[in-house]
């Protein structure tokens, strides 16, 4: 059994690289389910007061899909669980979440993904981070077209987006949960591109054989 996560900031090629390599190893994909999440355009119109029910949302569609990915041969996961604390410890910091709701949601979070007799790892074997500039996710949101993510519909999310990638630097580099590799978004166009396509398949495939998961 292969569970392999994807991880990055937003509009990075998460889901587009979950299908490619889906397809590629015979796994299920599993998705976010973004179309079907009542509370996330909720959030996007008031961070504040959503923050913490967003993410309680989260852990619980995640958790299920997690407990479902561990039963599959292989699977390959378009987010990974350890990204909502991110988001939701960015919201703290620039005093638009409450720290007592993030120290809550972080225990939750532990508890739920604690190890403990007849209740197995959730770790996925490999965590795969798309590295993008804000170009590129800005290019990459505006091209998917969701309207609560455009900045024509609100100019502020700017500085949103600038701030989740500098908060997405160094948490990828303290991640170590699981072993983990970085692709380069903005390099490799992997969703038009075949060749790229092809190249990033091939690091993934060095990746898991290193890790004896091919
Ligand atoms: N490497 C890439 N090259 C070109 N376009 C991309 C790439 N990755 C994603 N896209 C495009 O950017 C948009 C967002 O991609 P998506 O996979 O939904 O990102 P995420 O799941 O990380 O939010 C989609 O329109 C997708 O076709
Ligand atoms: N934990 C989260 N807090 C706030 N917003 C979140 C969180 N997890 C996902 N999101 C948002 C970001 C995007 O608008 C959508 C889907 O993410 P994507 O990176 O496009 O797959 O949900």
């Known amino acids: 059994m292969t569970v392999i996560v994807l991880s990055g900031p937003i509009g990075a090629g998460k889901s587009s690289l979950t299908s490619i390599l889906a ?5 299920q994909g599993f998705y976010e389910g973004v179309d079907t999440n009542p509370i996330l355009p909720l959030y996007y119109k008031d961070m ?12 619980n569609h995640r958790l299920a899909q997690i407990n479902q990915a561990i039963q ?15 988001f939701f ?25 604690a190890e403990t007799p007849g209740n197995p790892s959730k770790k996925p074997d490999l965590l795969i981070y798309i590295h993008v500039s804000l170009d590129t996710m800005l290019k990459r949101i505006q091209k998917r077209g969701r309207s609560y993510e455009q900045l024509s519909s609100d100019p502020s999310l700017k500085a949103y987006y600038e701030r989740l990638l500098k908060y997405y630097e160094p948490w990828f580099e303290n991640y170590d949960e699981s072993p983990k590799m970085m ?8 969703v038009i591109d075949e060749d790229a396509k092809k190249e990033v398949i091939q690091l993934v495939d060095a990746k898991l054989t290193e890790l004896g998961n091919l």
């Open 89 to 113: 410890k960015m919201n703290v910091d620039s005093k638009i979440a409450d720290a007592t709701e993030f120290k809550i949601y972080d225990s939750l979070l532990h508890n739920m993904m």
């Open 183 to 190: 692709i380069d978004g903005d390099k490799y166009d992997f």
């Open 72 to 86: 599959e041969k292989n699977a390959v996961s378009d987010r990974s669980i350890y990204e909502d604390a991110l």
């Open 23 to 27: 397809e590629h190893l015979g796994s």
């Open 48 to 59: 504040s007061h959503y923050t913490f029910l967003l993410n309680v949302y989260l852990l």
